[in-house]
């Protein structure tokens, strides 16, 4: 079975059809630049333009890099102010031809795809997924249970919004070496597991691609740390899963 899910980030719009019996992309997704700003009418634009791509006309699942709750974006930390309270469902649906929408937050999406296709197969207690990007996106788990929009990226550690310090786009804008920013992802990780004390972390996000150069110098975290399955598909996934329910 396939539906189509598309991955909203601060820096690109990605989707393609999902096959969802194997977890994974059905063709090859397409991409295009998120725009800045990037405004509710413009990322629609982005949308449709990527659902238009492949000429899809069955049910869509969209993430969104923010809180979601009942088709309404409440928050917005990395794309334009206008999404706060933006029936996002509703604008979404209109402008790729009144399909059918299901929108939620982009990293439950990817953690819910990892728990059910990834690294987070069958695991059971505690189990926190992070996608480090433009921002931090995390996806709590209770025994697989998904308790939705923790946004985790946001906490304050060391007097900072620990996104602006740790995110893959704070390593590029300080350009700093992978060792650098392991400590900095060491401290954040700290500081998340004092909080929630989980058996496993998921490393997702674009950056999980290169695990080997950062995952191993991470020290005096007591969870185990994995990177994610499906690496940076798994938003789409998870966005094609909440539109298959």
Do not use: C
């Amino acid at each position: 079975m396939n539906v189509f899910g598309v991955d909203i980030g601060g820096s690109g719009i990605k989707g393609a059809p999902v096959d969802l019996d194997r977890g994974d992309l059905a063709l090859e997704r397409h991409k295009v630049l998120t725009p800045h700003p990037a405004t509710p009418d413009a990322v629609a634009d982005g949308v449709a333009e990527v659902i238009g791509h492949f000429g899809w006309t069955g049910p869509v699942g969209i993430t969104f890099p923010g809180v979601v709750t009942g088709g309404i974006t409440r928050t917005a930390a990395n794309v334009d102010k206008g999404w706060v309270d933006t029936d996002a469902a509703s604008l979404l649906g209109e402008r790729i031809g009144g399909l059918p929408v299901t929108i939620l937050n982009d990293a439950d999406a990817a953690g819910v795809a990892e728990m059910t296709f990834g690294a987070g197969l069958g695991r059971k207690g505690t189990v926190i997924l992070l996608t480090f990007g433009t921002g931090i996106g995390s996806a709590l788990f209770i025994d697989g249970r998904l308790v939705p929009n923790t946004e985790l990226g946001h906490l304050e550690l060391n007097g900072y919004d620990a996104e602006t310090r740790a995110s893959t786009k704070a390593k590029e804008d300080a350009d700093l070496s992978w060792s650098h920013w392991a400590r900095r992802v060491q401290k954040y990780l700290a500081h998340v597991e004092m909080l929630f004390s989980p058996e496993l972390f998921i490393i997702g996000g674009g950056v999980s691609r290169k695990s080997e150069k950062f995952l191993p110098l991470i020290e005096g975290v007591r969870a185990e740390i994995v990177p994610a399955g499906l690496q940076n598909d798994a938003g789409i996934v998870g966005a094609a899963m909440a539109a298959s329910r």
